[in-house]
Structure formats: structure tokens, C-alpha cells
């Protein structure tokens, strides 16, 4: 593949500032057993992007392709392509990464893994710190994480980007410290360590400087903002 973009690019480019703009870094979910090491697996890429990329208008597309015929044989090569539906703009990018073993088994793990390193290339992704950031996160009580969990895997589809539903902000609540934006709930939660903490829950992608002013912070792997209730 000779070409890599299409001759004009400026509203994809726009598009894609805007997917940089409210991407959240991919959470660190899963661990290799060799280097003892956390690494975000291609579920938490997508669960990053893919709805911020088809908010903006922008298709992506994954697809093996031929290897260079000069590499000879045990190599995979993979094309990803950002389309911008709206104009038919696009960019592209060819992964060619070699084959661990000549089976469909081994297909499928160097197409995984060539999938997740290009998209994070592309988008220029990062990962959350799994060191420093995780060790700032609070972590909740598990009876209070089943519900949510099993709150998130009963909403519609479209409703999913905000998997805690909270009564929203009224005059004369304890939240009365903390900025009313417009389709942002509150509500307390306790951690582990006892400590009472307040979770923002709704249309915070739109809010997020504003919630980062306030003091909230962004939880990765469970996708709220959050602050310790003594700081509010």
C-alpha cells in the first residue's frame, strides 16, 4: 500500500481532534503471564473509542490483508482504516507483524494483537498507569460494584456510556458545594477503606473539564468521575 491518506484530510482531521479531545485512556485489564505485566486488552481499546469514533462520524475498518511478498512466507499483514462517512476522507495505517505459529489459532492472536497496538497508533491512545493512577483510585465496595454491574447490563444499548443512574441534583442536597451542570447526577458511595465518596454519573463526557475543575477524577475502569467526599 503505496497511499495512506486520501489527497484531502481536513475534516477527518477535525473529526479525529474531537475524538482526541473526550478520549479517556484504555484501562489496563488484562495480564501477561510472562512479563507479570498489566496491558489493555482490545476490549478496553474499543470500549475507549469506538463510540467516540462513530459519534464523530467516522467508520473504522480492521481487515487482514497479504503480507509483503519480499517478507516471504510467515507474516500477516493488517490494514486499518478511519473512514469519515460524511465526506469519504480517510487514513490508513498497514501493520505486518510475524505469524507465532502457522494455524488459525495463531492467526487469530497476531490479528488481536495487531488490531489493538495499530488502532492505539493511530488514534494516538495511551493506557492508564496501573502503578500511580490505580493506587489514587478508590476502591468500592463490592456489594455496591455488583449493582452497578448488573444495573449497566440491563440498560438499552445507547444508555450504556453512563452505567450508574443517580437521582438528579435538587435544591437543599448535601451536593449544594458542587457545580449543577446541566444532565450531571450525584450520589454518595462508600470504598473499602470507609471513606464516603461522591461518583458523577450522566452526561459528564461533555463536562469533563469542568468536573476535573471541581476536583473529580476520571476512574478508567469503571468509567465515572469521582472525588473523596471530604474534599467536595
Given at each position: 500500500m503505496d497511499t495512506y491518506c486520501s489527497e484531502n484530510i481536513t475534516e477527518l482531521a477535525q473529526a479525529l481532534i474531537n475524538v482526541q479531545k473526550l478520549m479517556t485512556p484504555a484501562a489496563k485489564d488484562g495480564k501477561n503471564p510472562f512479563t507479570k505485566s498489566n496491558y489493555a486488552t482490545l476490549n478496553s481499546v474499543m470500549e475507549s473509542?469506538?463510540?467516540?469514533?462513530l459519534d464523530q462520524g467516522i467508520w473504522l475498518t480492521q481487515l487482514p490483508v497479504p503480507a509483503p511478498s519480499e517478507l516471504g512466507q510467515g507474516y500477516l499483514g493488517l490494514l486499518t482504516k478511519l473512514t469519515h462517512a460524511k465526506t469519504g476522507q480517510w487514513q490508513a495505517s498497514l501493520a505486518v507483524i510475524p505469524l507465532p505459529k502457522s494455524d488459525p489459532q495463531g492467526m487469530g492472536s497476531a490479528i488481536t494483537y495487531a488490531r489493538r497496538y495499530a488502532l492505539t497508533s493511530m488514534l494516538g491512545m495511551i493506557t492508564e498507569d496501573d502503578d500511580a493512577e490505580s493506587a489514587k483510585e478508590p476502591k468500592m465496595s463490592s456489594a455496591w460494584a455488583r449493582t452497578q454491574r448488573a444495573n449497566y447490563s440491563q440498560e438499552p444499548r445507547q444508555s450504556r456510556r453512563q452505567p450508574i443512574s443517580a437521582e438528579p441534583v435538587r435544591q437543599g442536597d448535601d451536593f449544594g458545594s458542587l457545580p449543577k451542570l446541566e444532565g450531571v447526577s450525584y450520589q454518595?458511595?462508600?470504598?473499602?477503606?470507609?471513606?464516603?465518596?461522591?461518583?458523577?454519573?450522566?452526561?459528564?463526557?461533555?463536562?469533563?473539564?469542568?468536573?476535573?475543575?471541581?476536583?473529580?477524577?476520571w476512574h478508567a475502569q469503571r468509567k465515572y468521575w469521582w472525588k473523596y467526599a471530604e474534599a467536595a
Open positions: 473509542c469506538r463510540d467516540i469514533l454518595y458511595v462508600t470504598a473499602q477503606d470507609g471513606r464516603q465518596c461522591i461518583i458523577a454519573t450522566g452526561n459528564t463526557l461533555a463536562k469533563k473539564e469542568l468536573l476535573s475543575g471541581a476536583g473529580f477524577r
